[in-house]
């Protein structure tokens, strides 16, 4: 049983953390071929989404903790381990395969959605960071729990958390380890939807479709100009969306947006 899946279909990609008995704990194989599935999903111009998920009773736990009490790199499927017993073989872990993992995310220009239940435990839960959207069934429990097993977030935590909750509580939460409800989460702005159990498979698929139906070339720039605008002045960044303006109305999908609303009519994009 391979440790994440990955699929493609009606231009929708998947990605299901799949070890559910080590509750999705990060694995060699899985960390591989989520590099490989995220760019795919990076060099496509087919697909339209992307949706992150875990199997089991949750998300994901983060790290294998086992293999950390034991000063070891990542369980590999048949239980060996590559053993990381220096400081710079432990950063090169890091930096040459778990952080890939946000740096592709972010270099995704499609909507990338996590779909969190269960629970959603340090480098977990900061991999949904790095994703656009992230719903949340409502008995999802969500920590940085970082600091329990005395380390830092090396997964992105420290750089996503102070620009969605800001500097104080991004702090806190690493600071105290505390677990939060998926509710308490959504008020600090780290989760957009928070959805029954019962309803979330329904909930997203709906919200993926209206995504992979929209006109995609304007989602790709409108994202583009949301993240590159974090790190711009005003000037830079007006001057970066008239460009991707000047683009769009070439395309058939703006002349579709204005004969639709022109004809009082539902559009069909492309």
Same mark, same amino acid.
């Given at each position: ?36 599935? *995220?760019?795919?999903?990076? &060099?496509?111009?087919? @697909?339209? $989404? +992307?949706?992150?998920?875990?199997? %089991?009773? !949750? =998300? ?43 740096? *592709?995310?972010?270099?995704? &220009?499609?909507?990338? @959605?996590? $779909? +969190?239940?269960?629970?959603?435990? %340090?480098? !977990? =839960? ?145």
């Amino acid at each position: 049983m391979r440790d994440l899946l990955f699929s493609v279909e009606n231009n929708i990609a998947r990605i299901v953390l799949n070890r559910p008995e080590s509750l999705n704990a990060f694995s060699e194989e899985m960390i591989e071929s989520w590099i490989d599935a *995220l760019e795919t999903v990076r &060099d496509s111009d087919d @697909i339209r $989404v +992307l949706v992150v998920s875990g199997n %089991g009773r !949750g =998300f994901c736990s983060g790290g294998d903790i086992k293999s950390m009490a034991n000063g070891e790199g990542f369980i590999k499927s048949d239980g060996s381990s590559d053993y990381t017993s220096t400081a710079l073989a432990r950063k090169n872990s890091l930096w040459k395969k778990v952080q890939r993992v946000p740096l *592709l995310l972010q270099e995704i &220009d499609i909507p990338v @959605i996590a $779909v +969190l239940h269960g629970f959603a435990f %340090g480098a !977990g =839960f900061d991999i949904t960071l790095a994703c656009d959207i992230r719903i949340a069934a409502a008995d999802t429990k969500i920590a940085e729990s970082y600091v329990k097993a005395g380390i830092v977030p090396g997964d992105g935590g420290a750089y996503f958390l102070p620009r969605l909750a800001g500097i104080d509580k991004a702090l806190e939460l690493l600071w105290m380890g505390e677990v939060l409800t998926a509710y308490q989460a959504k008020e600090l702005g780290l989760v957009t939807h928070v959805v029954h159990e019962d309803e979330l498979t329904a909930f997203v698929e709906t919200y993926v479709e209206k995504l992979a139906n929209a006109p995609q070339q304007v989602l790709r720039f409108t994202k583009r100009a949301v993240y590159q605008g974090l790190e711009m002045n005003l000037r830079t960044s007006l001057d970066m969306i008239s460009s991707s303006m000047g683009i769009l109305t070439e395309l058939e999908d703006y002349q579709e947006g204005v004969n639709a609303l022109v004809e009082k009519r539902k559009p069909s994009f492309r």
